[in-house]
């Protein structure tokens, strides 16, 4: 049964882009002597035994970076940035990644095979080096997997007339890889990037720069006795079993085809389970983007294996392949300025690309796609072997590699409290993800707007919210810690102290209460709120029209309001974990100091070009706001925005101390009593929290603390206590604290 015209046959409104993707990119670990690393695979990356995510590839300071299937090529290259950075940020500091598909200078006794747990392994590998030599072993690539979408399978089914889907898939699959390696010269073309080895390399040296080493017959293939045929699966299947019978190839994935096919351990088992997906193996690292490949690289490719699908298949295709593999020598082994061969059949493959983008009425981008091919076809020197002959040295890619080995991993490092990729999320979750890639802990996000991610490792699930909101919580106390009433109730019952005041559900009942409290220091705050937002802090009587504003700014964040007593002294807050205080910080109002030349408003947009300073808790500070409450205290102080302050004048934007609010933190954590951690874990179990904030007014932290003689109070409890505040620090050393949750989620780990 011939799959020939079966996109032309189907429907328009065929989900045709339907796919999923996973992508693993190969990189060698080099030191700071720019040859290969002699270290051991880094140990923060956890064990290789099941780490999904990274692992070691042929040799010991050879990365493997995996990343999960994903729905769209654009979220499997967020996941491969996100796996670079994390691996960047994880070997040594003064390490990076080689950023070329060949390595720099090296000899044989610089590549140490994997020190694997798995014996296995351990010889498979050392069979590769006595086949093939540990030199072509230390190559460099990308893989590129790809399943068609369960719903598109399923209707091109139903319009094949199969009847079995097995088959059909089968088929499906067999026929893209023909196609693939009838056309692969194309991505040859250009995408190669291995256009010079370094001396030593190669037993003969090059005349000239090539296109791609790795995808010629000077790479990384079996030996020329392995002829595998494509003709059907059963004699792909049995021609790949005669050899590992015969002991020309000691496994079954010793078979180094450019395609392929994927979803089976053995691949006998294709016949009863099926094909499910290509493993396209022919991409060269792309040095000039630090993931090794782009984002418009992939979806090429995605139209140009569904445009294998619109192309007939051959009725010689055995033949077609060799063909095609001798064109694709030719083309790997041209100069980067020459253009494509007049043999080389392009147009075929380009209208096959035209018919997609044509018949299933493909967005603007996708014709772009085909245009930026044509571009290249017609001007070599803009495909990436092309641009990279402006960085040879003297036939030599060692200084462009360093340069931008190192350029890479600096970006790594910039930012290092946020997760390339995912800066949009909440920073504490950004750094829980961090950890749990660099620990091989499976991870999904659930809802990415609410910070809701899945975790596992092997049976063992975990959700958690915000970073800090787990299973480890009964329901009840986030919403406890949440209501600062019933806190206050519980922690007061409890013996612990806590400010008095009282409660309002409406403004005329709480401007009433201000005859009491006109003489006294007071805070006005929301029931309910978290982040500072809604507070304001009077240190000083206030007046009755400041007083009005502040009850305006709390309502409008709840309907019920606090009016509490303001307890002199310094506010810390403490960070507990499971009956454990793990971390301290003084948290310091938003404030600016003078320069007898700008105004405070100016000085506060000065200040908030700090590159630590952002928004929406993507950043270790908040950027600082002139609002109502800013310029409700500075009006206690006698200022206005637009006064300058003289040089040295101090002057604070807010009472409370919230980093939310633009404050700044200090890390005061081996610094403070022990009495008051185990009094800030004691509060933290009088509700049952697992993780919380506990919130300190200490007048002076030199007196001892107890249950009996505190010597403070506790002004509040954070159910989401915004754990990057402990780790990136205005000053101080820092905690971290996402590991030790981590370790607490999965003590198997």
């Known amino acids: 049964m011939s799959l020939n015209g079966l996109l032309e046959k189907s429907p328009a409104t065929l989900p045709i882009l339907q796919a999923t993707f996973g992508l693993e990119r190969e990189s060698l670990r080099i030191g700071k002597d720019h040859r290969i690393a002699q270290t051991d695979h880094p140990a923060c990356l956890g064990s290789r035994s099941f780490h999904p995510y990274i692992q070691t590839d042929y040799s010991e300071a050879q990365l493997e970076l995996i990343t999960p299937i994903a729905h769209s090529t654009k979220e499997a290259l967020r996941f491969l940035g996100a796996l670079t950075d994390v691996a960047g940020r994880s070997i040594d500091k003064s390490e990076y990644l080689w950023p070329l598909s060949i390595p720099p200078k090296l000899c044989e006794t610089d590549i140490h095979i994997a020190k694997l747990e798995d014996d296995y392994e351990r010889h498979y590998r050392k069979h590769l080096a006595d086949i093939y030599g540990k030199t072509l072993q230390s190559m460099s690539g990308i893989h590129f997997n790809m399943e068609l979408g369960k719903d598109l399978v399923a209707a091109l089914f139903q319009q094949s007339g199969y009847d079995s889907l097995i088959t059909f898939k089968n088929d499906l699959y067999l026929k893209l890889a023909q196609n693939f390696l009838r056309y692969r010269w194309l991505l040859t073309y250009l995408y190669g990037a291995s256009p010079i080895a370094e001396q030593g390399f190669l037993n003969h040296k090059l005349a000239q720069p090539v296109r791609s080493i790795r995808n010629s017959h000077l790479g990384y293939v079996n030996h020329k006795d392995i002829q595998v045929s494509s003709e059907s699966l059963e004699k792909y299947i049995s021609d790949i079993e005669a050899y590992v019978a015969s002991g020309k190839l000691i496994a079954e994935k010793e078979f180094y085809s450019a395609v392929r096919l994927r979803g089976s351990k053995h691949v006998r088992d294709y016949l009863t389970n099926g094909v499910t997906y ?24 995605h139209l140009f294996v569904l445009a294998l699908l619109w192309l007939d298949s051959s009725s010689a295709i055995d033949q077609d392949i060799t063909e095609a593999s001798k064109l694709n020598d030719k083309i790997a082994l041209s100069h980067p300025l020459d ?33 930026a091919i044509k ?45 390339k990729g995912y800066e949009n999320m909440e920073l504490s979750t950004q750094l829980l993800m961090f950890d749990a890639i660099q620990k091989g802990v499976h991870l999904e996000i659930l809802d990415e707007n609410d910070q809701f991610i899945k975790f596992w490792h092997g049976d063992h699930v975990e959700y958690v919210k915000n970073a800090n909101m787990t299973g480890k919580d009964s329901y009840i106390t986030p919403l406890i810690m949440e209501n600062k009433v019933v806190t206050k109730k519980l922690l007061s019952k409890a013996g612990f102290p806590v400010p008095k005041g009282e409660e309002f559900a409406d403004k005329a009942a709480a401007l009433r209460y201000f005859s009491q409290i006109k003489d006294k ?24 029209t400041a007083y009005q504003k502040a009850l305006d700014i709390a309502f409008s964040e709840d309907d019920t309001v606090l009016v509490e007593n303001f307890i002199e002294g310094t506010e810390y807050r403490f960070f507990v974990l499971d009956g454990k205080c793990e971390a301290i910080v003084l948290r310091v109002a938003a404030n600016v100091v003078g320069d007898g030349k700008h105004t405070i408003a100016e000085l506060v947009e000065l200040k908030n070009q700090n590159p630590l300073r952002g928004r929406d808790h993507r950043s270790p500070l908040e950027i600082i706001n002139l609002g109502d409450i800013e310029r409700l205290m500075l009006q206690q102080q006698g200022y206005t925005p637009d006064d300058i302050l003289a040089k040295g004048v101090k002057v604070d934007l807010r009472r409370n101390s919230n980093i939310s609010t633009g404050g700044d933190s200090i890390d005061v954590t081996d610094i403070m009593p022990s009495d008051y951690k185990e009094l800030a874990a004691q509060m933290a179990s009088a509700v049952g929290a697992w993780v919380c904030g ?46 030790k949750i981590l370790a607490k989620l999965f003590p198997e780990l």
Not at 281 to 299: A, H, K, M, W, Y
Not at 339 to 366: C, H, R, T, W
Not at 388 to 398: F, H, R
């Open 278 to 301: 290509l493993e396209l193996r022919t991409f060269d690292l792309n040095p000039f983007d630090n993931r090794g490949i782009t984002q418009e690289t992939l979806d090429t490719v």
């Open 339 to 371: 253009k494509l061969p007049e043999d080389a059949p392009v147009e075929s493959i380009l209208l096959a690309m035209q018919g997609i983008v044509n018949y299933f009425e493909l967005s603007d981008y996708y014709q772009g796609l085909i245009d």
């Open 375 to 419: 571009n290249q076809i017609e001007h070599p020197e803009q495909t990436i072997a092309g641009r990279l002959l402006e960085e040879i040295d003297t036939l030599s890619l060692e200084s462009f590699g360093q340069k931008q080995g190192q350029a890479f991993h600096d970006y790594a490092w910039q930012a290092p409290y946020a997760l």
């Open 521 to 544: 220091a007071i805070v006005v705050k929301p029931k309910s709120t978290n982040f500072g937002l809604g507070i304001s802090i009077f240190k000083e009587p206030a007046e009755l």
């Open 694 to 739: 506990v919130d300190l007014i200490i007048p002076d932290k030199s007196l001892p603390a107890s249950k009996e003689e505190p010597n403070c109070a506790c002004i509040e409890l954070n159910f989401n206590p915004a754990i990057y505040l402990h780790t990136y620090c205005h000053e101080g050393p820092g905690q971290a604290l996402t590991p």
